[in-house]
């Protein structure tokens, strides 16, 4: 079963507006990963975290790994249409790398 | 680096044929992941190699399933017989030890 529980499982927003989506989980996590997924595509790399309590921003986009180990956050500030897709959390378990089911965020211009 | 490749994009096949998909990792990245993608079950994590040896295939669904490593630059999954509950996107991703890099997947239809 999903060991990451992501949320929310979709948005939808006007142009413009900043989003925010997390993860939690009930295992400790080496690292956390963001994704993003457009129709068609594999996921791609957003930002990596790497250390508990680590805010990292790329553009627009920035998340930061909970002190505790279990939770992570990304917020995009100033939504744009391409903007849309699904954002994924991923995180090591020991070697092996698992995924959150997903935010599908669409934005209205 | 050209990325991850996968072989081929689209695949379609009868019930019960063998189909084999393809993987050419990243030039150096010692890991290399097999995820199955369906709207049902998200993103599952079938296997995962670490210097093309098998580490966990937990999440291999069922003996039908196989993955092979031979070399350093090339994986294959392969599923047979297939059954047209495999139709999904199958992704192959490769990563030197922290974040993984995808490829484009290949999607699967069994008929």
């Known amino acids: 079963g999903q060991q990451l529980n992501q949320s929310p499982q979709s948005m939808f927003i006007q142009e413009g507006e900043d989003v925010s989506m997390n993860c939690t989980s009930s295992?400790?996590?080496?690292?956390w990963l963001w994704y993003k997924q457009e129709p068609g595509e594999g996921p791609v790399l957003l930002i990596a975290?790497?250390?508990?309590?680590e805010l990292t921003s790329n553009g627009r986009l920035t998340a930061q790994f909970g002190i505790t180990r279990k939770d992570s956050f990304l917020n995009i500030s100033a939504s744009i249409p391409s903007d849309v897709g699904i954002y994924f959390c991923?995180?090591?378990?020991?070697?092996?790398?698992?995924f959150g089911a997903g935010t599908i965020l669409r934005v209205k211009s | 680096d050209a990325g991850v490749i996968q072989s081929p994009r689209h695949e379609v096949t009868e019930m019960g044929q063998e189909v084999t998909l393809r993987c050419k990792p990243i030039?150096?990245?010692?890991?290399l992941f097999w995820y199955r993608q369906t709207m049902m079950r998200g993103l599952e994590l079938l296997i995962y190699?670490?210097?093309?040896?098998?580490?966990?295939d937990s999440g291999m669904p069922e003996d039908r399933f196989s993955a092979k490593m031979p070399n350093a630059s090339f994986s294959t999954l392969k599923i047979q017989p297939s059954e047209p509950r495999d139709s999904a996107v199958y992704f192959c991703?490769?990563?030197?030890?922290?974040?993984?890099?995808f490829g484009q997947g290949t999607r699967l239809t069994v008929v």
């Open positions: 991923a995180g090591h378990l020991g070697n092996k790398l698992v």
């Open positions: 190699f670490n210097n093309n040896v098998p580490i966990d």
């Open positions: 030039s150096g990245h010692d890991y």
């Open positions: 991703a490769s990563s030197p030890g922290l974040a993984a890099f």
């Open positions: 295992s400790i996590f080496n690292t």
């Open positions: 975290l790497y250390k508990a309590g």
